[in-house]
C-alpha cells in the first residue's frame, strides 16, 4: 500500500503527535503509525473518527479506498477491532530495563543488517534465511539478552513488528516448551488435542513463512547452535535475532560481538543504577569511573554493583573500597532487585562446570590463564611452559589436537578468545578472579610459583641481541603480571628476582626509565629480603639500579650502589673477573660524567686490563672499555691518545656484533666529536649521519639515544655556522629528551648549553642568559651545588655579564665556576683554560692590563 503522507502531513501541521491522535481515538500508537505507513487502512468506523478528529473528509485525509462508498462518512458506524486482521502477539518475557544505558552502536548494526534485502525478493516481503539471522553473542553477563529486550521495546515503538516471538533457547526442552506455548496463541488451526512437539513447532514455523504481517522472533541462549535449520524459519516477513555465548556461529555468519561497555557508557550506567543524578560532580564521576575501571567496564558486575549501592545506601567511594576487600563476595552477590537472574559469579560458575564436562583439562587451562596477564597470552607459553603444569594439564597440551578441544570447549562460552593471528589468547579479568577465588589459597600460590617460573624460562636472556627483542616484547605483559605474583604471594625464589631484572634491563636498554625503575627495585628487595641469596645476583641487582640512575643523570644515586657493588665483588671467594671489570668500568663511566677524568681514567685502564685478560683483546666488553676511555682522553684534549682507541673499538664491534648494530653508533659518534674539534666537518657529518641511521632503524623512533647524534649533528652546524640548522637539531634533542624523562631531566641541560651558546654569538643576551640559567638549575637540582656539570653554565653566564659591563656579577660567577673545577677536575681540564680566558677578558675590560697578560699566559 502507499504511503498515506497526507494524514501524516496533517497531523504533524497540527503539531500533534502519533501518541496524541491515538488517545483521541482510543488506540494504540502503533495503530496509527501502520495507518501513515500504508501498511494497513482504517476500517470504516475508524475514518470517521479521523474526519470528525480532523474536521477534513475522508478524501481530504487520504482515507478513500476503492472499496468506500459514497456516503460512507454520514452512516452511523459500530467501532470496530483496532487490528481487524489479526492480533499483535507480544511473548518477550522481561519487563524493560530502566537503567539501560549506551550500546547504540548495536541497534544501529542490527538496524543496517535487518535494512538489507535481496534482490529477488518482491516487494514488501523480506525472504529470511540463516545467513540473515543477526547472532549476538559474547561472555555470559556482557548484556547480549538486554540488548535484544531492548531492540524489541524500541520496534514495538517504532512499530516495526506486529508480532514479537521469544524462544528460551537454553536447551532444546526449553526450545520445545516455547513452541508449544506459541502454538496455542498463533491461529494455525490445530486440534487441542495435538501432543506432537514437532509437528507443533513444524506448524508454527509454517505460520511465520506465511505471515503477510512483520514479525520479530528471539531466541535467548542459544549457546548450542547445532539445531540449525530445525527451529528457523526459512522465509517469511521478519527478523530473527539469536543471542548466544557460543564464539563459533557457523553457518550463522552474520554476527555481532558484544564487548565490555565503554568507560563513560559504564559510569552512566552505574549512577542510574544506583539511583544517583546522571548530572553528579566531577568528584562522583571520578568515583564512578573509578569502580567502572575496577569492573573491568563488565554489564553485568556494573548493575550488580548499582543494586549493592542502592540497597545498602553506602557511597561510591565505600563500595570501591569495599569491592578490593571482597571482590568475591560482591560479585556473587544477586542482589533484591535485578532483573537479570544470576550473579556474575554464579553465571561463570555454571559455565566453568559445563567447560569442565566437556573437557576435563580445559578447566585446568582457565585456571593457569587465571594467573596470566588477560590480554594477548602467548599461546607458546601454554605449550612450551608445560614441564611446570600439573601432569594432566602438561599431557593435554603437549598434544596440539587436545589443546585445541581444550580451547574449543572455551571458546564454546567465550569464556576465552583466540586474538588475531598471533597466536595469542585472551580472557575477561573478572573471569580471572572468580576463578582464583574458587581455588584455594596454597593452590593459588602454586599457581602463581608455576607462572613465574615458566615466564623465567622463556623470557630471553640475552637483551643485547636486537633479534630477541620481539620476543621480549611479546612477553612483557606477563612479566609484569608476575612481578605482582611476586609481590602478593611474597615469591622468594632466585628466578623471580632474576626475571625482573632483566625486565628491567629490557626497558632500561629501550630508554623507557621509569618503566625499569619498579623491576629493578623490587627484585633488590627480594635479594636483600631473601635468606641464602647469592651475593654475586645482589652486586648485579645494585649494578643495574645504578646504570639506570646513571643514565638518568642521578650521580648522587647512583654512586653509593655502584661502590656496594664493587665491595660485594670485591670480598673473598670466587668472584669472576669480568665482575670486578664491570664495577670498575661503571664507576669510572660515573667519574667521567661528574668531570672527575683522573679517577675516570684509572679505573678504565683498570677495567680495560681486565677485560682484556678475561674476555680478549677482540671482545665487545673490550670495546666498550676502549671507548669510554677514550672519551675521557677526548674531554682532556689528549686527542693523538683517543682516536686509535675509538678506532679499535669500532673495529672490534663491527667485527662482533655486526655493522649496524646499535653499539657501534657509539665508536662513531666518537670519531664523529674528534672530527668536529679539528675541524674535519665533511668526516665528521659522515660519521654522525651512519651513527643516526643505525639508531633509527634499530631503535625506536624516540629513543633517548638518538639526542646523542641530533646534538652532534648540531655542533656540526654551529661550528660550520650554519646555526638555523644547529637549532632545529638541538630543538629536536631537547623535545625527545623532555617527551622521555620530562621537563626537570638534567639531560636536557647540555643542549641548552648549545642553544644558550648559539643565541650568544648571535648577541641574543637575554635569550642566551635565560638558556644558561635554566641548564644551570636543571643541574644544579640533580647534582647538587658544587657539582661539575654547573661549570659550563656559570662560564657562559659570566661571559654574558662581562659584555653588559656586569662586572662584579662576572667575577663571582668565574669564582664559582673556579672553585667547583678545583675541588672536582684536573687542572689541565679544558675547563680551567677557558675561565682564565674569561677572568683575562674581564680584567681587560676592566682596565688592569697587566693582570690580563698573566691570566692568558696561565691559560695558554
Known amino acids: 500500500m502507499p504511503k498515506n503522507e497526507r494524514l501524516q502531513q496533517e497531523r504533524i501541521r497540527r503539531n500533534w503527535r502519533q501518541h496524541d491522535v491515538a488517545d483521541q481515538l482510543g488506540i494504540n500508537n502503533v495503530t496509527v503509525q ?178 503477510d504481517r512483520p514479525w520479530l522472533l528471539i531466541f535467548d541462549n542459544a549457546d548450542d547452535l547445532s539445531f540449525g535449520h530445525s527451529f528457523l524459519p526459512v522465509r517469511g516477513n521478519g527478523n530473527i535475532v539469536l543471542t ?43 568515583e564512578a ?150 581455588i584455594a589459597p596454597d593452590e593459588r600460590r602454586q599457581w602463581a610459583e608455576r607462572v613465574v617460573q615458566a615466564v623465567h624460562t622463556l623470557f630471553p636472556r640475552h637483551l643485547r641481541d636486537v633479534s630477541s627483542w620481539p620476543t621480549c616484547r611479546r612477553y612483557l605483559g606477563q612479566v609484569e603480571e608476575c612481578a605482582v605474583l611476586i609481590r602478593q604471594y611474597r615469591l622468594r625464589f632466585p628466578e623471580a628476582a632474576e626475571l625482573l631484572n632483566r625486565a628491567g634491563l629490557y626497558y632500561m636498554e629501550h630508554g623507557f626509565y621509569q618503566a625499569a625503575r619498579p623491576f629493578f627495585e623490587q627484585a633488590l628487595s627480594l635479594h636483600e629480603e631473601s635468606e641464602g641469596a647469592h651475593p654475586l645476583s645482589l652486586a648485579r641487582n645494585l649494578n643495574n639500579l645504578a646504570v639506570l640512575y646513571l643514565r638518568q643523570g642521578k650521580y648522587q644515586q647512583a654512586e653509593p650502589l655502584f661502590q656496594r657493588a664493587l665491595q660485594i665483588r670485591r670480598q673473598p671467594g670466587e668472584i669472576p673477573q669480568n665482575d670486578i671489570a664491570q664495577s670498575l668500568h661503571n664507576l669510572a663511566l660515573l667519574y667521567s660524567y661528574q668531570g672527575k677524568y683522573q679517577q675516570a681514567e684509572t679505573f678504565f685502564q683498570h677495567a680495560l686490563s681486565i677485560a682484556e685478560q678475561v674476555f680478549g683483546e677482540e671482545h665487545e666488553k673490550t670495546a666498550i672499555c676502549l671507548q669510554n676511555l677514550a672519551k675521557v682522553y677526548r674531554m682532556l684534549g689528549r686527542y693523538e691518545q683517543a682516536e686509535p682507541l675509538y678506532q679499535r673499538a669500532l673495529t672490534l664491534l663491527e667485527k662482533q656484533s655486526g655493522p649496524d648494530h646499535p653499539l657501534v653508533a657509539y665508536p662513531l659518534g ?100 635565560l638558556l644558561f640559567q635554566q641548564a644551570l638549575h636543571l643541574n644544579e637540582q640533580a647534582f647538587g651545588a658544587e657539582s661539575p656539570s654547573l661549570i659550563e653554565p656559570l662560564l657562559g653566564l659570566a661571559t654574558i655579564a662581562t659584555a653588559q659591563g656586569c662586572f662584579d656579577q662576572a667575577g663571582q660567577l668565574y669564582q ?7 675541588q672536582h677536575l684536573d687542572p689541565e681540564h679544558p675547563f680551567a683554560a677557558r675561565i682564565l680566558e674569561g677572568l683575562a677578558d674581564l680584567v681587560r675590560k676592566q682596565g688592569f692590563q697587566q693582570r690580563e697578560k698573566i691570566l692568558l699566559t696561565q691559560a695558554l
Not at 51 to 73: N, P, R, V
Not at 360 to 374: D, Y
Not at 816 to 822: G, K, R, V
Open 34 to 211: 501502520r495507518w501513515e505507513r500504508g501498511t494497513q487502512q482504517p476500517g470504516a468506523y475508524y475514518r470517521a473518527k479521523l474526519c470528525e478528529l480532523f474536521k477534513l473528509s475522508s478524501q481530504e485525509l487520504g482515507l478513500i479506498t476503492m472499496y468506500a462508498s459514497e456516503d460512507e462518512t454520514s452512516a452511523v458506524l459500530q467501532p470496530e477491532d483496532t487490528q481487524p486482521e489479526e492480533t499483535a502477539i507480544w511473548t518477550v518475557p522481561y519487563a524493560r530495563n530502566p537503567h539501560f544505558t549506551g550500546r547504540e552502536t548495536f541497534f544501529e548494526l542490527l538496524e543496517h543488517q535487518f535494512s538489507l534485502q535481496k534482490p529477488d525478493s518482491p516487494p514488501g516481503i523480506r525472504q529470511v534465511a540463516l545467513t540473515q539471522a543477526q547472532v549476538i553473542k559474547g561472555l555470559g553477563g556482557i548484556g547480549k539478552t538486554q540488548i535484544a529486550v531492548e531492540y524489541a521495546y524500541r520496534a514495538r515503538e517504532q512499530g516495526r513488528y506486529t508480532h514479537t516471538l521469544w524462544i528460551n533457547a537454553g536447551s532444546l526442552e526449553t526450545i520445545l516448551a516455547s513452541f508449544v506455548a506459541l502454538a496455542e496463541l498463533l491461529p494455525i488451526g490445530l486440534s487441542w488435542k495435538e501432543t506432537d512437539q514437532r509437528t507443533l513447532v513444524a506448524e508454527v514455523l509454517r505460520w511465520l513463512e506465511r505471515c
Open 244 to 286: 548466544t555465548r557460543s564464539s563459533a556461529v557457523g553457518s550463522l555468519t552474520s554476527s555481532i560481538e558484544v564487548n565490555t561497555m565503554e568507560v563513560m557508557e559504564g559510569v552512566q550506567f552505574l549512577l542510574r543504577r544506583a539511583q544517583h543524578t546522571i548530572s553528579a560532580n566531577a568528584n562522583k564521576i571520578e
Open 289 to 438: 569511573t573509578n569502580i567502572v575501571i575496577a569492573l573491568a567496564q563488565f554489564p553485568l558486575a556494573i548493575d550488580q554493583a548499582g543494586a549493592y549501592i542502592e540497597e545498602t545506601g553506602c557511597s561510591l567511594q565505600d563500595y570501591f573500597q569495599i569491592y578490593h576487600q571482597r571482590r568475591y563476595e560482591l560479585l556473587a552477590r544477586r542482589g533484591k532487585h535485578m532483573g537479570y537472574p544470576e550473579s556474575v559469579a554464579t553465571t561463570w560458575s555454571l559455565s566453568f562446570q559445563r567447560v569442565e564436562e566437556i573437557h576435563p583439562q580445559a578447566r585446568e587451562l582457565l585456571r593457569l590463564c587465571a594467573f596470566l596477564a588477560p590480554d594477548d597470552i602467548p599461546e607458546e607459553l601454554l605449550i612450551d611452559g608445560a614441564s611446570y603444569w600439573p601432569p594432566a594439564l602438561q599431557q593435554a597440551v603437549a598434544n596440539h589436537w587436545h589443546f585445541n578441544l581444550m580451547l574449543e570447549a572455551l571458546q564454546a562460552f567465550s569464556l576465552i578468545k583466540r586474538v588475531g593471528r598471533e597466536r595469542q589468547l585472551s580472557l575477561h579479568r573478572l573471569i580471572q578472579v572468580v576463578q582464583r577465588d574458587l
Open 670 to 769: 666518537g670519531l664523529a666529536n674528534l672530527a668536529v674539534e679539528r675541524g674535519t666537518y665533511e668526516q665528521a657529518e659522515a660519521l654522525y649521519r651512519r651513527a643516526l641511521d643505525i639508531l633509527e632503524h634499530q631503535l625506536r623512533p624516540d629513543h633517548p639515544y638518538i639526542a646523542d647524534s641530533y646534538r652532534g649533528l648540531g655542533n656540526l652546524c654551529a661550528e660550520r655556522g650554519d646555526h638555523e640548522q644547529a637549532r632545529r637539531w638541538y630543538r629536536q634533542a631537547l623535545i625527545l629528551l623532555k617527551q622521555q624523562f620530562g621537563q626537570d631531566t638534567p639531560l636536557a641541560a647540555p643542549v641548552l648549553i648549545r642553544l644558550a651558546t648559539l643565541q650568544a654569538e648571535q648577541k641574543n643576551d637575554e635569550q642566551a642568559k
Open 816 to 822: 664559582q665556576a673556579q672553585a667547583i673545577l678545583e
